[in-house]
């Protein structure tokens, strides 16, 4: 399917007295796990991909996004049970207007962060463009609606916590680079094509259960 959304079940309580079983204790060790995962997001290498934007109610107006993001660094840690990943962030965005570019824009930016397993909540899987629409709309922008664009696809980790800290060094234009740590909820990864996308997501979801993440229950059965 071009979307799934697969929310990681929550770890089995134990009845009262009784011993804790490991969860999810069939299938891969969480060693193999996180071997898969680390693999899979280095064989990525660099991922470019660009995006059409079109302006509610400015039929004339266009911004054309071309991105360029690659992972230098990534560890999917069985023993702490952690993914870090940094790496490079490069955009480049033109808007038109009636054909005629009106402002173009480029971002340069060096992203690292550190997320724990047991803190996930859910795991999507979604083509880039259905993604950027979700949140801009989640952001309050729903006049931006991207209509075209290179079929990578988006998976992302999120919580209704802060999941992770991104620190940031953000060059734009000829500025001073800007450098930013932000407690973020979600965090990213993209893929080329849709099936090493949902692989890589089983894979998350394997991880989040045999490091005790994944939605709590309020009640404890």
Avoid: W
């Amino acid at each position: 399917a071009a979307y799934a959304q697969q929310s990681v079940p929550p770890p089995p309580q134990p009845a009262k007295d009784a011993p804790v079983a490991a969860p999810a204790a069939s299938g891969p060790t969480l060693v193999e796990t996180m071997k898969f995962i680390q693999e899979k997001l280095k064989e990525q290498g660099l991922v470019e991909f660009t995006e059409t934007v079109s302006v509610q109610n400015q039929p004339d107006v266009t911004i054309r996004i071309s991105v360029r993001s690659k992972d230098d660094d990534v560890v999917a840690d069985p023993a702490a049970c952690t993914l870090h990943a940094a790496g490079t962030y490069e955009s480049n965005t033109v808007a038109s207007a009636g054909g005629k570019t009106v402002s173009t824009e480029n971002q340069h930016s060096y992203l690292s962060g550190t997320l724990a397993f047991k803190d996930v909540e859910k795991i999507t899987v979604e083509p880039i463009l259905d993604f950027f629409n979700r949140h801009t709309a989640e952001s309050g922008h729903p006049e931006f609606t991207a209509t075209a664009g290179t079929p990578v696809f988006f998976v992302e980790l999120s919580a209704t916590k802060t999941l992770f800290t991104r620190h940031e060094t953000n060059t734009i234009g000829n500025k001073a680079p800007v450098v930013t740590d932000e407690p973020l909820k979600a965090a990213g990864l993209v893929f080329r094509d849709e099936e090493t996308a949902n692989r890589v997501a089983k894979a998350l979801v394997h991880a989040v259960e045999l490091c005790g993440g994944g939605q709590k229950s309020p009640e404890p059965f």
